[in-house]
């Protein structure tokens, strides 16, 4: 029984995350809670060093968490065009993401807490990438068609849906940036090329 009970909270502990660190806590207060966080960019080399870090799962209900969702928010709508933002490219090595949503009326903005792509679909798109962390660049790239993502909100609520289109190449393109995956680094592989894309989607900044 006592087994039990130490799987049991081994097994809550993985799926909801660690608690912030001192660290973290600081960097998500400072200034005006209410305000955006400045986007992390390659050309630093201490900045670049989180964007290529891994990062961990967080605990929906945490008040940190709150705060840092919408921090990241408000970091996003101060860019200019940008339509993803991930929680590294703040600062924070936590899986949290940012999207606008192109495949809903009105375009809204969503965030993932500890998204998780569970499959892919074959088909694949390809089509121009930039990001928010890295000036002046631009490639084409290789995305999944369609998605089925895993994902909870600030209430602990796991969600699960098939997402398609532009709106799922955003969010791979964010969710690289959990596993430290910039597109700078990424090798295109040209055995995908083997594959007819079936559309060629907007520019991601």
Do not use: C
């Amino acid at each position: 029984m006592k087994l039990i009970y130490i799987l049991l909270f081994s097994l809550s502990f993985l799926t909801f995350g660690q608690k912030f660190s001192k660290e973290e806590i600081s960097r998500i207060i400072q200034g005006d809670v209410n305000s955006s966080l400045p986007v992390f960019q390659t050309s630093d080399s201490l900045q670049h060093t989180v964007l290529l870090a891994k990062s961990t799962d967080v605990k929906p209900r945490n008040k940190y968490t709150k705060v840092l969702v919408n921090r990241m928010k408000r970091s996003l709508q101060g860019t200019d065009g940008g339509v993803g933002i991930a929680a590294p490219q703040v600062g924070i090595n936590r899986n949290i993401i940012w999207i606008q949503r192109f495949d809903r009326p009105e375009k809204p903005l969503q965030y993932f807490l500890n998204p998780k792509i569970i499959w892919r679909s074959e088909t694949l798109n390809l089509g121009p990438e930039g990001d928010l962390s890295i000036s002046d660049f631009r490639d084409q790239f290789y995305r999944n068609q369609v998605i089925q993502l895993e994902y909870f909100d600030l209430k602990g609520k796991k969600h699960t849906e098939i997402v398609e289109g532009f709106t799922a190449v955003i969010i791979q393109h964010e969710i690289d940036h959990l596993f430290g995956i910039l597109i700078t680094d990424k090798i295109k592989d040209q055995n995908l090329r083997k594959y007819q894309p079936v559309q060629v989607y907007q520019e991601i900044k």
